[in-house]
């Protein structure tokens, strides 16, 4: 009997949270925002949100978090203790203790870790990873990038694969690429290290020097081909 009274309590406990929810949102909705399914959304009071932005299903907003007008969150995305501004999208997307500026455009499956700024119109693909680290106007890094303790400049752009090593075991250093850099694909940025405005790397480099402004950074072996290698290997397998 008292483990049936106690199943009957949490179950009004579960649908007095959930009466709560709703009346949050229908708060939001009459305010104008558009929440067009309440699956799944969940929005602390102490939230705050502009004028015709669409919260999709799967969205959790949370802490002091600020969002601003015509934005797109979601679906499946959370926001915590982060400022996020005007025209922005994110899908798929967490956030947590950071700032994002107007008309950025993030995700699918980006984690924006704490401390960092995501300027305007930045675009973060899928699967890039943001820590502690500042991204200003334009830049782009649409895909499978690890972005730490970094500063980086306007209209850079990163190739798929790159990586800003910012840990050697011992101690944490920052990067630094500057205003219209190129990072080609796959290139490692072993910090403390700089990237000069409007700087390339090339493809497939671990970049452990500075890189001048305007030049090409390459820092990768020589290609070796050994004619018939396989053959003889084949032949050793037999």
Same mark, same amino acid.
């Given at each position: 009997?008292? @483990?049936?009274n106690?199943?009957?309590?949490?179950?009004?406990a @579960?649908?007095q949270?959930?009466?709560? /929810?709703? +009346?949050?949102l +229908? /708060?939001? &909705?009459?305010a104008?925002?558009?929440? %067009?399914?309440?699956d799944?959304?969940?929005?602390d009071?102490?939230?705050?949100?502009g004028?015709? $932005?669409?919260?999709?299903?799967?969205?959790i907003?949370?802490?002091e978090?600020? !969002?601003? +007008?015509?934005c797109?969150?979601g679906?499946?995305t959370?926001?915590?203790?982060?400022?996020?501004g005007?025209?922005?999208?994110?899908?798929?997307? @967490?956030?947590?203790?950071?700032t994002?500026?107007d008309?950025a455009n993030?995700?699918?499956? !980006?984690?924006?870790r %704490?401390?960092? &700024?995501v300027?305007?119109?930045?675009h973060?693909?899928?699967? &890039?990873?943001v820590?502690?680290?500042t991204?200003?106007?334009g830049?782009?890094?649409?895909?499978l990038t #690890?972005?730490?303790?970094?500063? &980086?400049?306007?209209k !850079?752009n990163?190739?798929?694969g790159?990586?800003?090593?910012? #840990?050697t075991?011992?101690?944490?250093?920052?990067?630094?690429?500057?205003?219209?850099?190129?990072?080609?694909?796959?290139?490692?940025?072993?910090? %403390?290290? $700089? !990237?000069?405005e409007?700087a #390339?790397?090339?493809?497939?480099s671990?970049?452990?020097?500075?890189?001048?402004?305007?030049?090409?950074g390459?820092? /990768?072996? /020589?290609?070796?081909? =050994?004619?018939?290698?396989?053959?003889?290997?084949?032949?050793? =397998?037999?």
């Amino acid at each position: 009997m008292a @483990q049936e009274n106690n199943g009957n309590e949490r179950v009004r406990a @579960q649908r007095q949270k959930n009466a709560e /929810r709703i +009346e949050i949102l +229908e /708060r939001f &909705v009459a305010a104008g925002v558009e929440i %067009p399914c309440f699956d799944g959304v969940m929005i602390d009071c102490t939230v705050t949100i502009g004028k015709g $932005t669409t919260i999709l299903p799967g969205t959790i907003l949370r802490g002091e978090t600020a !969002v601003g +007008e015509t934005c797109v969150l979601g679906p499946n995305t959370l926001v915590d203790n982060s400022q996020i501004g005007n025209n922005v999208l994110l899908n798929s997307t @967490q956030c947590y203790q950071s700032t994002v500026k107007d008309g950025a455009n993030i995700g699918p499956f !980006v984690h924006i870790r %704490p401390n960092s &700024v995501v300027g305007e119109q930045v675009h973060l693909g899928n699967f &890039v990873e943001v820590k502690n680290s500042t991204i200003d106007t334009g830049t782009k890094v649409s895909h499978l990038t #690890y972005v730490g303790d970094s500063d &980086v400049g306007k209209k !850079v752009n990163f190739g798929c694969g790159t990586v800003t090593v910012n #840990y050697t075991g011992k101690a944490k250093f920052r990067t630094t690429i500057k205003d219209n850099a190129f990072i080609g694909c796959n290139t490692n940025l072993i910090a %403390p290290v $700089t !990237v000069g405005e409007g700087a #390339y790397t090339a493809a497939g480099s671990t970049i452990t020097e500075d890189v001048p402004a305007d030049a090409l950074g390459i820092a /990768r072996a /020589r290609q070796i081909n =050994k004619p018939e290698w396989c053959l003889h290997r084949n032949d050793a =397998k037999k």
